[in-house]
T-cell receptor, first 115, second 111 residues
């Protein structure tokens, strides 16, 4: 069964460094998403991406964040200058348009630890 | 403000027993409501998805209900198994692509 994959599974970085989290969505999906989950808290929407453009973003997704689909398979989230509060689990998801529903399939997540 | 609230926060039951998890939401405009299962350290996995016109949907031992008038949903788990131990998250879609998550109910099934 097709699945969303993410790399790395765990990333440790120092405050102020740039990180890139990578995702390979399900191949025939058209919409892509990033979410984050701070330990013990709710999953929070960051951004949705369609047709090589951001379609929606949350207040969390400020200028420090960017997303890109550099080729036909990868979808990346870049944090330019990490802060301690960026430590969280980051989930990528993808979906295909279907009857107005957008069933989203989540990857296993990347645990980001900022020290 | 769009919000999704779940209860109880956590629940312990014995293997083989049934349980019901609750979800209340204030999300507008409402598109659909989903229940996800999230194992520790893993991504959420979809169990059910319902629009306002559906009031019940089953997926094996999981049955979700939706009352769009009172903005309440429940997830009923029948004949629980040890593998059901996980966090169950109620998620409401306000419009395509943006999901609003509840804080989840942590279920522990004991032998």
């Amino acid at each position: 069964e097709p699945e969303v994959t993410q790399t790395p599974s765990h990333q440790v970085t120092q405050m102020g460094q740039e990180v890139i989290l990578r995702c390979v969505p399900i191949s025939n999906h058209l919409y892509f998403y990033w979410y984050r989950q701070i330990l013990g808290q709710k999953v929070e929407f960051l951004v949705s991406f369609y047709n090589n453009e951001i379609s929606e973003k949350s207040e969390i997704f400020d200028d420090q964040f960017s997303v890109e689909r550099p080729d036909g398979s990868n979808f990346t989230l870049k944090i330019r200058s990490t802060k301690l509060e960026d430590s969280a689990m980051y989930f990528c998801a993808s979906s295909e348009v279907w009857q107005g529903f957008y069933e989203q399939y989540f990857g296993p997540g990347t645990r980001l630890t900022v020290t | 403000k769009n919000q999704v609230e779940q209860s109880p926060q956590s629940l312990i039951i014995l293997e083989g027993k049934n349980c019901t998890l609750q979800c209340n939401y204030t999300v507008s405009p409402f598109s659909n409501l989903r229940w996800y299962k999230q194992d520790t350290g893993r991504g959420p996995v979809s169990l059910t998805i319902m629009t306002f016109s559906e009031n019940t949907k089953s997926n094996g031992r999981y049955t979700a209900t939706l009352d769009a008038d009172t903005k309440q949903s429940s997830l009923h788990i029948t004949a629980s198994q040890l593998s059901d131990s996980a966090s169950y998250i109620c998620v409401v879609s306000a419009r395509a692509g943006k999901l609003i998550f509840g804080q989840g109910t942590t279920l522990q099934v004991k032998p």
